[in-house]
């Protein structure tokens, strides 16, 4: 693993648990306000923009996508995504000891399963650098089209079956992989891909406002824990995909691919509503 990789990785850490104390912020504040309604946006925003507790939350979550991006320009997004999936085991340890109560043990096996994939994850990286591919200009917008087509039908009809929290939990999650997937594109650099910076501006930005309506139907677990389980494990498939981002051969090869379900596998336990 060189130098480079090394504070990418670092940096998406850092970034994740950022994110994830961010979420929690984010949530008691806007459980505390007036009624969120996606039919009318800018009251609901000036709603969350006036207050100070949601706005902190917000700052750290603007921080943490920093370091993010910061990740993305040196490393691929397959293995910075795969780091940042270990920030709902964050988000669950932190979740429970402000509700003071015990991780369930559903919820220890996540966070124990992620960590080993994180493991898994460093030692493949062994086997070659975590430099990423480019990939089609056409097959990444066919793979965002697609991914905000779900998350329309998700939050639309979708809540009558999962409910309002889940839903607006699960779409927001889809909106902040086109996001991630996104400030990768624009990360590489030049001409057309610089225009990727349009999807990333919607998905942060629908993401973000999905998640508050969310957080006032259901815990912060529950509703931050599925987004960042599909925050995390789009990308990750989105990377090898439509990126083109190469998995080692031999060994090494087979401990990433063991990494990327082990923190996937993590996520889904940890996503799963639980005790609230």
Known sequence: MNTSTAVALALALASTMLISLA????????AALPVLSIRRPLQSAWALL???SWLLGFAMETFGFL???AALA???LALVQSVAAGGIGVLAYVSAR???RRLEVRERNGALVSVLGLV???VSLAGGSGAGGEGSSGEILLWLAATAA???VVVGPGRGIVGVGVANGIAGGLFFSIGDIST???TQGEGPRLLFVIPLILGYTLGTWLLQVGYQRSAALTVAGVATLLTNALPIAAGTVVLDEPVPSGVFGGLRILAFAAVTIGAILLARPGKT
């Open 184 to 186: 990768k594109v624009a």
């Open 23 to 30: 979420y929690l912020r984010e949530h008691d504040a806007a």
């Open 120 to 122: 898994a994850l460093a």
């Open 98 to 100: 402000v509700m003071r």
């Open 67 to 69: 370091l993010y991006a």
């Open 74 to 76: 040196v490393a691929s």
């Open 50 to 52: 006036s207050d100070r």
């Open 150 to 152: 779900a998350a329309f």
